[in-house]
């Protein structure tokens, strides 16, 4: 509406400064359809940045910890990492193969579905995720164990697709594990 009344109002502005009225009628009609479609394609193609991301395309694939890249307080962190994430018919599934800094390996396995709360497996510190996704290029995770929280894990995609870093808090001990991935 406002772009509409601007035209108008240059129209407007020609009338009055010495233009004929047939000339400041052509220019209107001109003007009104150009600022028209301009402001209907305008909040297309700001938004296309994100809109070209999907971010399960983003996430699917093989994700190797980096290790040195990472930080984990107040530690030790694992030895290895690997996260494995696939679409099937129910969604994006995720499997994290860990190994611990004492030699065990854990294999974590559940849904990466955002909006809603999904059972993981592998685990005895949570049994329950559910991820909210915030852009097309990051997503936090409620992890719980019983109902109650367990921790937050916010994952974010570098924009080339290459990277991840998962940043994981704990609201009940000083847990601050930032978590530096590649996609292989």
């Keep these: 509406?406002?772009?509409v009344r601007f035209?108008?109002?240059l129209?407007?502005?020609?009338v009055h400064s010495g233009s004929s009225s047939v000339e400041a009628t052509m220019r209107a009609r001109v003007l009104v359809p150009v600022v028209l479609v301009a402001s209907l394609v305008a909040p297309v193609f700001s938004s296309s940045a994100f809109a070209q991301h999907d971010p399960e395309e983003l996430l699917v694939?093989?994700?190797v910890l980096d290790v040195n890249a990472s930080r984990y307080l107040p530690g030790p962190p694992p030895r290895a990492e690997t996260r494995v994430y696939t679409k099937e018919a129910d969604g994006v599934?995720?499997?994290v193969t860990r190994t611990q800094a004492n030699g065990?390996?854990?294999?974590i396995e559940y849904m990466a579905n955002t909006?809603?709360?999904h059972m993981v497996t592998g685990t005895p510190e949570y049994d329950a995720v559910k991820l909210r996704q915030i852009d097309p290029f990051t997503s936090e995770a409620l992890l719980t164990h019983g109902g109650a929280v367990f921790g937050v894990a916010t994952r974010s995609i570098a924009r080339n697709g290459k990277s991840m870093t998962i940043t994981f808090r704990r609201p009940d001990a000083d847990?601050?594990?930032?978590a530096v991935y590649r996609k292989q």
Excluded: P
């Design 1 to 3: 509406m406002f772009r």
């Design 7 to 9: 035209a108008q109002d």
């Design 11 to 14: 129209a407007d502005i020609s």
């Design 61 to 63: 694939g093989n994700w």
């Design 93 to 95: 599934k995720g499997i």
């Design 104 to 107: 065990s390996v854990q294999k």
């Design 115 to 117: 909006d809603r709360e």
């Design 175 to 178: 847990v601050l594990n930032v």
